[in-house]
């Protein structure tokens, strides 16, 4: 999740051999990350797969899209949004003008580019590293199962369990506004990266997963979806999370589908969340229903983060060997199908803030949610993290801090620790930010191990506002709480020592 999980323990997962697949690229940074897969672990999709369709596509009106749109359906900012899964239908009707392009890979050559062999050629199939990045004819995204720039699926098995989950997730993410066809996205305009790093029957290396992530990192990505993961506890992905993190990307996984224990993989402690969902700085997406429930396989614990529709899910883009450009499916679950709408909309968000922060497009993500009704009026809970996403919220919010930013101050503060003794569970602590009328507003609460949870986040009306939270709504730890308004952070944090 955005925070990281306390005395973390790896979970104990058998490894799959699996031989190294050829590569066209000289990479140093695709050379550090081969080696043998048969001391790998294993990575899955975190799936079960069972215009003129968006207006029966509920999953738009629960996170408040339409709304959102009246803000912004892309921004003024083009933004990419890299999704590593399985191979992608790179014809299909709704995504077909979506698929970002390395510029540096298409065109022709010319006098004294590095690849000019006298005569021009059509830098997309020239055999030749143009941009010098390590992989050759890169164009349109990498295929890291195969090692080429053909990241289409159903290229071994057209038949296979996961033929179609990247282009279900990529639908998700992006697919195509008014070009009247099929559905749309939270985000109708972004751009997606596809990294094929999952076979076609769902499954991949913590190799390949690993280089995905570094190109995308070091390719122009903004956003990284991950819709799948693995229960055991990876340091070379989590290294090349980190990595991404650093280069100011938003990492966005699904938290996986072991909250009945049920899944294939689940470890033994039930509703644990999968990696790299539960890593830090990364935004852990579960899975609701259409009435804002938790889907009962949706994974939980205190890694979460966020909620998004994942059950019984009305249409999706979809593939199949006989239909590779124009299938659609209803049906889907799984926070596989969670997780893009998160990254749709953080995608959103970062096209009309395009120079901010990972932290503060986190922030404004979590502070936004909605609150449902099996949240029990809490600001947060390990099932449904902060609530369910609300584009119109987040973008109404980032619109706020846009227009004016002030550092805010604590309605309540204090210089030394002050130690509270919440024994009831009806128990309750006050604070609040004061800020200019107009500004946004939220208050964040870090514990020790990096937890983070926000109050919502606020348009303030007059100079201050407060909230009250009970003694439920925080795990008994030692908490610092900042008053939050954009990239704008109070200093000196208000110390609550909760103890039980």
């Not at 369709?53 to 990419?80: C, E, K, R, Y």
């Not at 006298?118 to 050759?136: A, H, M, R, T």
């Not at 990266?193 to 990192?217: F, N, Q, V, W």
């Not at 790299?276 to 949706?298: D, H, K, M």
């Amino acid at each position: 999740g955005s925070s990281p999980q306390k005395d973390t323990a790896s979970y104990s997962q058998t490894t799959t051999s699996k031989k190294q697949p050829k590569t066209t690229s000289s990479s140093s940074t695709q050379a550090k990350t081969s080696q043998s897969k048969a001391n790998e672990y294993v990575y899955r999709i975190f799936g079960s797969v069972n215009d003129p369709l968006a207006s029966a596509d509920w999953t738009l009106t629960v996170n408040n899209a339409p709304t959102a749109w009246d803000t912004a359906i892309g921004g003024d900012t083009q933004t990419t949004v890299a999704i590593i899964d399985t191979g992608f239908a790179l014809a299909h009707e709704d995504l077909l003008s979506q698929w970002a392009q390395n510029t540096n890979e298409t065109g022709v050559t010319q006098s004294g580019d590095i690849c000019w062999t006298g005569s021009p050629e059509n830098k997309n199939s020239n055999n030749c590293d143009d941009d010098q990045n390590g992989y050759i004819d890169d164009w349109r995204g990498w295929n890291f199962v195969h090692g080429d720039n053909n990241p289409q699926t159903g290229r071994d098995n057209p038949t296979g369990i996961g033929v179609a989950h990247g282009t279900e997730v990529a639908g998700f993410v992006g697919a195509t506004g008014n070009n009247s066809h099929g559905t749309t996205a939270i985000n109708q305009n972004t751009k997606i990266m596809p990294l094929a790093a999952l076979d076609d029957d769902g499954m991949g290396y913590t190799s390949d997963i690993t280089a995905a992530i570094l190109y995308a990192a070091d390719n122009g990505a903004d956003v990284i979806n991950l819709s799948l993961g693995t229960y055991a506890n990876d340091q070379t992905v989590k290294t090349a999370v980190d990595y991404a993190i650093s280069q100011d990307v938003i990492v966005v996984a699904a938290a996986g589908n072991c909250g009945t224990g049920s899944d294939i993989d689940c470890p033994p402690t039930l509703g644990a969340i999968g990696y790299p969902a539960a890593y830090p700085n990364v935004i852990a997406v579960g899975a609701t229903t259409q009435s804002g429930t938790r889907a009962s396989f949706s994974s939980y614990g205190k890694e979460l983060d966020i909620t998004a529709p994942g059950y019984n899910l009305p249409v999706a883009t979809s593939w199949s060997q006989a239909n590779p450009t124009a299938r659609y499916v209803s049906g889907l679950s799984g926070t596989s199908f969670s997780a893009p709408q998160v990254a749709s909309l953080v995608a959103l968000v970062k096209s009309i803030r395009p120079s901010t922060s990972t932290a503060d497009i986190v922030a404004i993500i979590n502070g936004t949610a909605s609150k449902t009704s099996g949240m029990n009026g809490l600001f947060y809970t390990e099932k449904f993290g902060h609530g369910v996403i609300d584009a119109a919220q987040a973008l109404t919010v980032a619109t706020a801090l846009n227009a004016s930013t002030h550092m805010p101050t604590l309605l309540a503060s204090s210089t030394g620790k002050i130690e509270h003794v919440l024994t009831s569970s009806t128990s309750t602590v006050a604070s609040g930010c004061v800020a200019t009328i107009g500004d946004a507003c939220t208050i964040q609460f870090t514990d020790p191990n990096g937890f983070t949870r926000y109050l919502p986040y606020t348009v303030l009306t007059s100079t201050d506002t407060g909230w009250t939270w009970t003694n439920a709504s925080l795990a008994t730890t030692y908490w610092e709480i900042r008053a939050r308004s954009g990239e704008n952070i109070t200093d000196s944090p208000y110390i609550l020592i909760k103890k039980s």
